[in-house]
Each structure stands twice: as structure tokens, then as C-alpha cells.
């Protein structure tokens, strides 16, 4: 499932204006952000830290209106620590948010 990026996009001009620098900036301290979860998520091995981690993923990705990366973690909170395809799924939307040139 591709990344709907309407909401994103809105976030970070919204909170950017027309400085393009700045949108870059946030752009890069949001998949830091996320990046840094993704990494504890993936270590998690005991239900509280992975729920823990999960929630903190989804609070980070409605701040910026990342509703896929939303669902994902959300999906994350109630399945097995550790499960490779959530892990591997939230791993790809952060990178289409990388990657996506905001318009």
C-alpha cells in the first residue's frame, strides 16, 4: 500500500511556510525521529516495550499526519514483538516519506 502524503505534506508546509530549507529540515528530523523508533521497535522483545515504542511511532507520525506510517504502528501495538513484516513494513513507509518530494 503506497503512502497517501496530502496530509504530510500539509503538516510540514504548514509548519514551514515557503522556506524550502526548513521543509527539508523537517522532513529530516521527522525520518530521524522515526528511524530512532523503528530501531527500538525492532530490539523490543517484551510486549510493554514493543506497545511502548509502537505508540510513540504513531504519536510521532500523527503529529506530521503520516496516516500510513499511523496505521502501521498502530497495527504494530497489537501484534507479536518483534514481528518481522510490521518491522519491515514501517521500515518501507519511512523510507517512501524519505524519498517522496513534497509538492
Not at 496530502?6 to 515557503?18: M, N, P, V
Not at 503520516?66 to 501484534?79: H, K, N, Q, Y
Not at 514483538?81 to 516519506?97: F, N, Q
Request: aromatic share 8%.
Amino acid at each position: 500500500m503506497s503512502m497517501d502524503y496530502g496530509s504530510f505534506d500539509t503538516a510540514i508546509k504548514a509548519a514551514s511556510g515557503e522556506d524550502y530549507a526548513l521543509m527539508a529540515e523537517l522532513r529530516h528530523s521527522f525520518v530521524e525521529s522515526a528511524r530512532r523508533q523503528l530501531s527500538l521497535l525492532s530490539r523490543s522483545r517484551c510486549d510493554a516495550n514493543w506497545q511502548y515504542t509502537s505508540w510513540r511511532l504513531k504519536g510521532l507520525a500523527a503529529s506530521f499526519g503520516a496516516t500510513r506510517l499511523m496505521e502501521l504502528a498502530d497495527m504494530a501495538s497489537v501484534g507479536a514483538p518483534g514481528d518481522p513484516v510490521v518491522i519491515r513494513d514501517i521500515e518501507a513507509a519511512i523510507l517512501e516519506i524519505e524519498t517522496h518530494e513534497i509538492s
